[in-house]
């Protein structure tokens, strides 16, 4: 569930975004029990039933004879390709987190990746035990100072908040992948980078399926992962003794 | 794997490779000891016995169902996921739910063990960050197949029978937190007595 959704970005992408972020600022529902980091839950919910919609007639079916076709090497492969076209946002992140060290072993990682990796087919790097780090500009403006921020389904984009999405347009013109479609009209890494992002969800679709409720516990993962990825895994434990003691409501 | 898959595995991990199986493990070690520990004896033992567990799914959950529940906090899990729901319930209701919240756990994950190849896979971190007399988070990276290293974190309570584990954190997704949520949800539309029932009869969903 990492915020690798920005591939799908056109330009006219970024346009509709932020015409629908001033719409939603204006729009916070207040009907019944709210998660103060979801004042837009009816449109999340509606939006996430759009892209249930979606997912379930066009992009999980392709995806899914995709994973059918292709040998796994090659899957790999492909997935380690877009990884690799989308590693700049991480680079451009640490550097902006000032994060040096890191910035050193991210840059390191893609130069050995593009080259020796041909064009990042391969990964020598994590052979040679680089860590893959993973920023983006969500985490960074969230690093800056910009914490909590309310929960936002994006409509074909999947979950995000207020913050991730503003994230999603420098994004847009940082990674390869979307740079390629952008700038010359080469879709295949932005069509690889959705399928493989799709294959690697598999796995959750029973678990989405069966829960008591979906929409709460694609939220609830989303949340709890951003602030890992925010805080670089160095979370503070949930309130443990708060849920013991919460007062009825 | 997915998260749900690596909770219910890892989780029933832990307590599974306290096993006699292979080889024994200190009950009162502290808690970086004592998960080093565990998760050596568990890898190890899914090692040696791996055909059999293969061949024998049934096996393999029986193993873990007969020396995991003794060792895990369960009903301290139940009731930090029951929350407010679980106030004012009786103890054999909660005593219930958590028996049946780990059935399901254990039926529908322990297979996942066997992805494992070796303890090598498991990498305990030394201790950080606040840790208290009362409870500890024990640090591991997990390494997957694909060469990724999977961080997951054990919280652990030090009880009258030693420091037992009551949550296990993937990727920074807590399961009580999450399964908290889903539950509350459930259990607010349907009651308590109906969600347990169904829990019961295996027919609930854990996520």
Known sequence: MKNRSAKVFSRSGVTVLAGMISLLAGCATTSGERDPSDPWEGFNRGSFEFNRGLDKAIVRPIAKAYHYVTPDLLEQGIENIVTNLSYPVTIVNLLLQGKFEDFGEALGRFVLNSTFGVAGLFDPATIEGIPRHDEDFGQTFAVWGWKDSPFLMLPFLGPSTLRDGIGLVPEFYTDGVSIASSEFDRYEPLVADLLTLRVNLFDLDDDLNEAADPYLLVRDAYMQSREFDIEDGETELPDYDDFLDEEEE | MNIVQKVGCLAIGLMAGLSAYAQPVDFTAEPLELVTQVSNSLFDDIN????????????????????????????????????????GLEGEKVDAFAEALLNQLVGRYSEGLLEFDSRDQV?????????????????????????????????????????????????????????????????????FDQVLERLQSGSIALE
């Open chain 2, 48 to 87: 040696q016995n791996r055909a059999i567990y293969q061949q024998n799914p049934t096996g393999l959950e029986n193993v873990v169902r007969e020396i995991f529940i003794p060792l895990l906090d369960k009903n301290r899990s139940a009731r930090l996921i029951l929350g407010r729901h679980g106030r």
């Open chain 2, 123 to 191: 990498e305990v971190l030394p201790l950080a960050g606040k840790n208290t007399e009362r409870q500890t988070r024990v640090r591991t990276r997990i390494e997957l197949s694909n060469g990724e290293k999977a961080p997951v974190d054990y919280i652990l309570r030090k009880t009258d029978d030693g420091w037992k584990a009551f949550d296990v954190i993937i990727e920074g997704i807590s399961y009580v937190a999450t399964y908290r949520t889903q539950f509350g949800e459930e259990i607010t539309r349907d009651g």
